[in-house]
Every structure is written in C-alpha cells, then in structure tokens.
C-alpha cells in the first residue's frame, strides 16, 4: 500500500513540476513581448535614429530662419539709416537756406515765394525716402517668403509675409502721392487767395498723416503676427531660446523704423503748417516773423 501512496506522490509532484515549467514559460514570453512593446526596432524606430532625425530636420529649419532673420536685419539696419539721414539733411538743408534768406520785414509775396520753395524742398525730400524704405523691406521680405517656401509647410507664414509687402506698397505709394498733391496744390497759391491756399495744405498734409499712421499701424500688426507663428514654428521644430531671440530682435528693429518713419513724416508736416501760417506775419502775429521762426520750428522738429 506505502509503495502505491508514494509512486502517486511522485507522479502528482511530476506534474506541479511541469505546471510551474508552464508558467515560467509563459512568464517569459510575456516579458519579451513586453520588451517588444517598449523597445523592439520592428514596432518603433530606434530613439536615436528619432533624435538624429530632429536634429537634421532642425537644422535646415534653423539655417533658413538664420537666413530670413538675418536678410530682414539687414534691411532694416540700412531701411532706418535713410530715414535718419533724410531728416538731418532736411534739418540741415532747411536751416541753411532760410536762416540765410530770412528777412522778417519781407512782403507777404516775398514770404510766399520762399515757402513754395520750402514746400517743394520739403516734400520733395520724403520721396527718395519713402522709395528706399519700401524697396529695402519689401525686397527683404520677398527673399524671406523665398526661403520658408522651400522648407515646406509654411504657407501661412509665407501668406503672413505677403500681406506686408502688399501694406508697405500701397500704403507708401499712396504717401507719394499725397505728398505730391501737397506742393502741386499749394504751387499756384497767390497773395490775395493765402488763407483758402493755406487750408487745403493743412488739410492735405493731414491726410499724408493720416495715411503715414494708417501704414504703421497696419504694417506693425501684420509683422507682429508674421513674428508670432514664426516663433511657433521655431518651437515645433525644437529650436532653443536663441531662435525667439532672434526673431524678437528684428521685430524690435521693425518698431523703431516704422517709429522713426512716422516722426520724419510727422515732424515734416507739422513744420509746414507751423511755418504756412506765418506766411503772412500779420495774419498770425507772430512776433519773430515767418523767416525768424524757421530756424527754430525745424531746429526743434528735426533735432
């Protein structure tokens, strides 16, 4: 009987033997698919190959926005410098002639003839400027829209970038052309007609104005917008802090041009008036005369 109970104890510990084998087996098989989930080649591709990937695809995203960053830069470097010098040689020019030829007992039709002068001078003066202005920016913007057009996938920034080409070019043509009118219309002035004369020069130098204002604003919001998807785009392709400063820098550059641009259009036009109204010194009662102000409005507007 012993020997029966023993030889079933054997074959039952056989078995829980075999069972346990089974298990470890099956253990094991799901610890490899479990490996497989986490790191086999065959399901995902290896974390390195990924890595090196980005940072190649980054790389020829960050040499394009060197490239465009760098191309703006440049262009708004040499965009602010003209208008700088356009208002110191206005400054210059306008104290040179008139401080010279002042004479604070002239006629009214002496005085009238040196304005129409004035004027000519003047606006005469923001025209090469507002040309170099617009044919810097826009040609940089143009290389730009170029650049990010062969990285792929930028069509809204390239859209962004075309809407501040197209606001720089009407807007500043319109600017030369009332610009123009300004001395056009003022050109056939007479003596006896001064005062109507003198009202559709304000009115007309507060429509340049206006139009001056209309493109700063306009240009500021699209460019800032343009700036903003940009740095969006520089963040999806994981480029660094540096990329946001860079972009950041230009768009600081875009406000002090577009700043200095309406204070040279601003200042010109207020000069103008100032100076218009003293045509007829006794209309005005200015105390120094037209000719004896002239250096101190443009030496205070341009300064």
Do not use: Y
Not at 224 to 230: E, Q, R, V
């Amino acid at each position: 009987m012993w020997k029966i109970a023993l030889t079933i104890l054997a074959v039952a510990l056989a078995e829980a033997q075999d069972c346990e084998a089974d298990e470890l087996q099956l253990l094991q098989g799901k610890k490899q698919q479990d490996g497989q989930m986490v790191g086999d080649s065959e399901q995902f591709p290896d974390l390195d190959k990924l890595g090196k990937m980005a940072n190649q695809l980054g790389g020829v995203f960050g040499k394009g926005l060197k490239t465009v960053t760098g191309k703006l830069d440049g262009a708004l470097n040499i965009a602010n410098s003209k208008v700088l010098m356009a208002v110191a040689k206005t400054n210059s020019a306008l104290v040179r002639d008139f401080e010279l030829g002042a004479n604070a007992n002239g006629s009214i039709s002496q005085n009238l003839t040196k304005f129409k002068a004035l004027l000519n001078k003047t606006t005469g003066s923001l025209m090469p400027t507002f040309t170099a202005v617009t044919q810097q920016v826009t040609g940089a913007l143009s290389a730009a829209q170029s650049t990010l057009g062969t990285l792929g996938k930028q069509e809204d920034l390239v859209k962004k970038l075309d809407s501040c080409v197209q606001t720089a070019n009407q807007k500043v043509a319109s600017m030369k052309m009332k610009a123009e009118e300004v001395a056009g219309d003022f050109a056939p002035a007479a003596e006896d007609k001064l005062e109507d004369a003198l009202a559709g020069m304000d009115s007309k130098l507060e429509a340049l104005q206006e139009e001056t204002t209309s493109f700063t604003q306009d240009f500021d919001v699209n460019f800032k917008g343009f700036a903003s998807d940009l740095t969006g785009a520089a963040q999806d392709e994981f480029m660094g802090a540096d990329a946001a400063m860079e972009i950041g820098n230009v768009t600081e550059k875009v406000e002090m041009l577009l700043m200095n641009f309406q204070s040279m259009v601003g200042n010109a036009t207020s000069g103008l008036k100032t100076c218009g109204s003293s045509v007829d010194t006794a209309m005005h009662k200015a105390s120094k005369g037209f000719f004896g102000k002239i250096g101190d409005v443009f030496g205070h507007i341009f300064r």
